[in-house]
């Protein structure tokens, strides 16, 4: 799945969480993180601490992967906002 938002994070934790059977304590205590913080990341609250997301994502044996959005993409692309695509 592609994450591109924290909505998307939280989907998939929860999708990755019921398919392993876990419940968010379960998860939660697995992880070292609170249950409201898990409750909050799987609403999609983009406020997550990211340390704790790579804990979180590690226990659930996932990883992250960073991709370019756009293969043509060049760094003067990307910080030149007033570029129209």
């Known amino acids: 799945m592609r994450v591109t938002t924290a909505q998307d994070l939280g989907n998939l934790v929860r999708e990755k969480r019921e398919a392993v059977a876990m419940t968010q304590r379960q ?10 913080w898990l409750v909050h990341l799987e609403a999609g609250h983009p406020g997550a601490e990211f340390g704790k997301v790579l804990q979180l994502v590690a226990s659930l044996d996932l990883t992250l992967d960073l991709v370019e959005r756009r293969a043509s993409a060049t760094w003067s692309d990307v910080l030149d906002t007033t570029k129209q695509h």
């Not at 205590?29 to 409201?36: I, T, Y």
Request: without cysteine.
């Open 27 to 36: 998860l939660a205590e697995h992880a070292g993180v609170s249950r409201l």
